[in-house]
């Protein structure tokens, strides 16, 4: 079978999930609790802009803080909001040309999967809606309690290795990113497709001769 992967923030939707948490968090829990944990943070994000601070490791240590705002809810709440976040934020930003791409690909017998460092939950939310196989950062639950994200978070090199364990074995004919951290997913493919790329992104897409998508039809 031949497989087509892509990222999901910023290569299929520009809207974000950690916003879209936000949002649900605040209107349905406290918003307090949310302010007070995103200015605990909010200081850092400039010295990873820097080069300070290793981007992969503030973003798998936000993830982690951001579960804790979570802890102890049930599957079936996480994945409400899961919906919430998809319905509200996320769909209404997709890019339709480019899933119209993939839904063609889809048709002509070709499997899509979504690959992300999104929660799973919210990466089956929204492949749900164009028959892709959701690949995300696990949760992990016990009891119906969530307590935590599977490690490591499904980034960079790491989307290499969730992809093998799906996929061993069939043809990875296209890959869709937006950022460098995609490039690990992009080179297993035979086509990487950079999406409105970063800036490292484009550097590496440009030498390789990848293909650029960067302009609405």
């Known amino acids: ?16 999930s950690w916003k879209g948490l936000r949002s649900y968090f605040k209107s349905n829990f406290s918003a307090w609790t949310y302010n007070r944990f995103f200015l605990k943070w ?10 300070i601070l290793d981007r992969r490791e503030v973003m798998s240590r936000w993830m982690q803080d951001e ?5 102890n809810a ?40 979504i690959v992300s460092s999104a929660y799973q939950p919210i990466v089956e ?10 690949i995300g950062s696990p949760l992990i639950f016990n009891e ?22 799906a996929f061993d074995g069939h043809n990875i004919i296209a890959a869709y990113g937006d950022t460098a951290s995609d490039i690990p997913m992009m080179e297993m493919s035979d086509h990487p497709v950079a999406v409105y790329p970063d800036s490292a992104l484009r550097r590496v897409a440009e030498a390789r001769n990848w293909r650029i998508i960067d302009h609405t039809p």
Do not use: C
Request: aromatic share 8%.
């Open 144 to 165: 119906d309690k969530l307590v935590g994200v599977a490690l490591p978070i499904n980034s960079y090199e790491h989307k290499r290795a969730y992809i093998q364990a």
């Open 74 to 113: 049930s599957p079936a709440r996480f994945n409400e909001m899961a919906a919430w976040i998809v319905r509200y934020v996320m769909w209404p930003k997709r890019r339709e040309s480019l899933l119209a791409e993939l839904d063609q690909h889809r048709q002509a017998g070709v499997q899509i999967a």
């Open 42 to 51: 909010l200081p850092k994000f400039p010295l990873v802009q820097l080069g």
């Open 67 to 71: 579960i804790g705002l979570l802890r």
């Open 125 to 134: 939310a929204f492949a749900q809606r164009m028959d892709a196989v959701p």
């Open 1 to 16: 079978m031949d497989i087509i992967v892509s990222d999901l923030e910023g290569t299929l939707t520009t809207g974000s």
